[in-house]
């Protein structure tokens, strides 16, 4: 059982917008701003898509973003688009830990 | 471009000692946190620990006692030992750097493609 719950699927329309909820507790998500996002294609390489919460690294489209309410935190991806169809890890830090999510696969219909 | 590779063998016997090493190209590995990260089979990820170039490491509370995290400046590699392994420790391995833009070093903009590692007899 992951720290941090994601939902296990989540699925839209190209075009559409979709989010991705990570809910953990006050000691990882509600307790700092230091939240990252990952997507992840089955047998590469993981990519960072956001971090500190709602920042994007440099080369990700702005239709990827991130958010946080209390002990949740939200990847939004606006305009889907048939390459975004990936597993997607949420990340915090959590004291002198670090806890990742379950992960979401995003299907595109 | 910095890049990432694992090696090491993909089967280990129970109680024996899982040895990794992560060969790092395109930067050196000094003045960065270092991380191992894994994927045990349909599930979450998992963060192992972190080492940076002074040596200083950090080791997930759950694993601490069974890790270590080390770096071989001369090759510019990390390496990660985990001892008394169990089925439970079969996963794929990946090392990661820490995002310097990032606060709380918790997250990681470049990874290996990791390598998958068995525990059994």
């Known amino acids: 059982q992951s720290a941090l719950t994601q939902p296990r699927s989540v699925s839209g329309s190209p075009g559409q917008s979709v989010t991705i909820s990570c809910t953990g507790s006050?000691?990882?998500?509600?307790?700092?701003?230091?939240v990252s996002w990952y997507q992840h294609h089955p047998g590469k390489a993981p990519k960072l898509m956001i971090y500190?919460?709602?920042k994007r690294p440099s080369g990700v489209p702005d239709r990827f973003s991130g958010s946080k309410s209390g002990n949740t935190a939200s990847l939004i991806i606006s305009g889907l688009q048939a390459d975004d169809e990936s597993d997607y890890y949420c990340?915090?830090?959590?004291?002198?830990?670090?806890?990742f999510g379950g992960g979401t696969k995003l299907t595109v219909l | 471009q910095v890049q990432l590779q694992e090696s090491g063998p993909g089967l280990v016997k129970p109680s024996e000692t899982l040895s990794l090493t992560c060969t790092v190209s395109g930067v050196s590995i000094s003045g960065y946190f270092w991380s191992w990260i894994r994927q045990p089979p349909g599930k979450g990820l998992e963060w192992i620990g972190y080492?940076?170039?002074?040596?200083?490491?950090n080791y997930n509370p759950f694993l601490k006692s069974r890790v270590t995290i080390s770096l071989d400046r001369s090759k510019n590699q990390i390496s990660l030992k985990l001892n008394s392994v169990t089925a439970a420790d079969t996963a794929v391995y990946y090392c990661a750097r820490v995002y310097t833009q990032c606060s709380g070093g918790s997250c990681y903009d470049s990874w290996g493609q990791g390598i998958p590692v068995t525990v059994s007899s």
């Open positions: 080492i940076y170039y002074s040596e200083n490491t």
């Open positions: 006050s000691s990882d998500v509600g307790g700092y701003n230091y």
């Open positions: 990340c915090s830090y959590a004291g002198s830990n670090v806890v």
């Open positions: 500190d919460v709602h």
